[in-house]
């Protein structure tokens, strides 16, 4: 991070750009590992029952265990020997995955070991591009892919808010946006009393309070754990991905034999194979799904319990913020609006509905509620019945869909709509 970083941020310009980068998900600093020395002819057995200690980003750059080579060719003849050895699938499974982790980032032009999501989106930038091409590929090539299409897409929110996050330098005396939340707060006490703030999410109440004590070094975690969040999730998915399109089934099933994933994803792979369009749709959503509640959960759960009210202000804003690229799709913000009540001292009801958010996108069952009821449908539809729009939006060069998707700077100017049309009446 830039020395135009350290320190304190005001709100608006530091929390413009980490904001846009939570929603996508949509679709969550450490050194460059070394590369493992070429193994040799006759040492598969070294590669045995290794753990997959770095299968979580989180731990380190590189592979699923830094023991592993990361060439393709040397990877491919230790699995070779491994298959041919007659060891158990578990036996070779950090190898196995290892391989098909490697196929996936030589396909897309990914150098693993060098991968470091705690490195910034500077050193990232490529990778970010990369892999969301990777994604759309996928679904230009496999129609049924299409968990890999929407994660393309909605990629670009992600990746272009990831880019204004760690370039945004400009800072403002003036937090506009915690004037906002505290104007809405306010305009609830005001004629209903502090009850109804109980009521009201705890991401806007903790804005009002925490919105101008968020510092660039909150801001830091914030961005590592979202940069890996992103490289868990091509870690996890894109491996099954490239054995689907390379060995099919089988491929997958080896690595269900070899425990990499259970019964659950294996089902949902034969959904994605059907040719049926709604167990195709199924077996996509069961991938999203692993996704979301498996894959990145508890690092969502992580930055929005960051520091309590710091992480619950800037999850909470990212649901304000979030724009998915999927034709059709509500806005998070006008998924579901707040109305809260509260009772009166004379018997009479005061209800509070604004255009803000009731919800917050880092809590997963919200989250979920939001894709399935509005993500999966609609991208559904478009690859059911208008594809050639959709192929039209996935084949523009992935460097212009990134910079096309950085609608950041107007976070103030809906914070202030939504406090212009947030009403409170008495009945």
């Avoid at 990831?162 to 915690?178: G, H, R, V």
């Avoid at 754990?225 to 490239?242: A, C, E, G, T, Y």
């Avoid at 089902?267 to 509640?293: F, H």
């Amino acid at each position: 991070m830039s020395a135009g970083l350290k320190g304190r941020w005001t709100l608006r310009a530091s929390v413009a750009g980490v904001v846009g980068v939570l929603v996508a998900t949509t679709v969550a600093v450490g050194g460059v590992a070394s590369t493992p020395a070429a193994a040799s002819e006759t040492d598969v057995d070294h590669y045995l029952n290794l753990s997959m200690s770095n299968r979580d980003a989180a731990h380190g750059p590189g592979g699923v265990n830094p023991a592993l080579p990361t060439d393709r060719a040397t990877l491919s003849r230790l699995l070779g020997e491994a298959r041919a050895s007659g060891a158990a699938p578990h036996e070779y499974q950090a190898l196995l995955f290892q391989y098909w982790l490697v196929e996936a980032t030589d396909t897309a032009g990914i150098d693993l070991a060098a991968w470091d999501p705690r490195a910034g989106v500077a050193v990232n930038r490529d990778n970010l591009i990369r892999s969301y091409r990777l994604y759309e590929d996928l679904q230009l090539e496999r129609r049924e892919l299409q968990w890999a299409g929407m994660g393309g897409m909605v990629g670009a929110d992600f990746g272009g808010g990831l880019i204004d996050f760690e370039l945004m330098t400009n800072a403002y005396d003036l937090p506009p946006i915690q004037q906002s939340a505290r104007a809405v707060v306010a305009a609830a006490t005001g004629v209903a009393g502090p009850d109804i703030v109980d009521s009201l999410p705890d991401g806007l109440r903790a804005l009002a309070e925490a919105g101008s004590e968020i510092t660039s070094e909150d801001l830091h975690f914030i961005l590592g754990m979202i940069m890996v969040m992103q490289k868990n999730i091509f870690s996890d998915l894109m491996p099954m991905h490239r054995a689907y399109v390379t060995g099919g089934l089988p491929a997958l099933e080896e690595m269900q034999r070899a425990g990499l994933f259970g019964d659950d994803i294996m089902t949902a792979w034969r959904d994605v194979a059907s040719q049926d369009p709604d167990r195709i749709a199924r077996g996509n959503g069961a991938l999203l799904q692993r996704e979301q509640g498996v894959i990145i959960r508890d690092q969502w759960d992580t930055v929005r319990n960051y520091k309590d009210t710091v992480g619950q202000a800037i999850t909470y804003l990212s649901t304000v913020a979030g724009s998915p690229s999927v034709a059709g799709v509500l806005p998070p913000r006008s998924f579901r609006p707040i109305e809260v009540s509260s009772r009166l001292p004379d018997g009479r009801t005061a209800t509070l509905t604004s255009p803000l958010p009731a919800w917050n996108w880092s809590v997963y069952d919200e989250r979920w509620d939001y894709i399935t009821t509005q993500l999966l449908p609609k991208y559904k539809d478009m690859v059911e019945n208008n594809w050639p729009q959709l192929e039209s939006e996935l084949r523009v060069p992935y460097e212009t869909q990134l910079e096309t998707h950085r609608p950041l700077l107007n976070i103030p100017q809906i914070m202030q709509a939504a406090l212009q049309n947030t009403e409170v009446t008495v009945s």
